[in-house]
């Protein structure tokens, strides 16, 4: 069985998902020196099912966190994995910009 790999294709700005030697899907991005704004996430129809879009898109989110970098979550998905899980994510979007991305102001309190 093919390994699942991720990685950040700084060339073409965008992470990318491998299964095996295929490329399976990509997560497109801009980035400045203090910011990362997702701009488009895409899984060949052929791969899907498998989680394969949320475990690059949390990738890409766990190594903005790691590099200090602000996210600007303008993909439609990508909002969506930062929605469905605040407490680990939602932090990473500037509090004054997480409006514009209909993401709540502030985690709620557990």
Not at 4 to 22: A, C, F, L, P, S
Not at 48 to 64: C, H, K, S, Y
């Amino acid at each position: 069985m093919p390994v699942i790999t991720v990685r950040d294709n700084r060339e073409k700005n965008r992470y990318e998902i491998h299964d095996g030697d295929q490329l399976a899907g990509f997560t497109d991005y801009k980035l400045t020196s203090a910011k990362i704004a997702f701009t488009h996430t895409e899984v060949d129809p052929a791969f899907g099912g498998r989680g394969l879009a949320r475990r690059l898109v949390e990738f890409g989110l766990d190594d903005a966190r790691e590099r200090g970098l602000a996210v600007l979550p303008f993909c439609p998905y990508v909002r969506k994995v930062i929605a469905a899980d605040p407490e680990k994510c939602l932090d990473l979007v500037p509090a004054k910009d997480r409006d514009r991305f209909d993401l709540p102001a502030a985690e709620d309190p557990a």
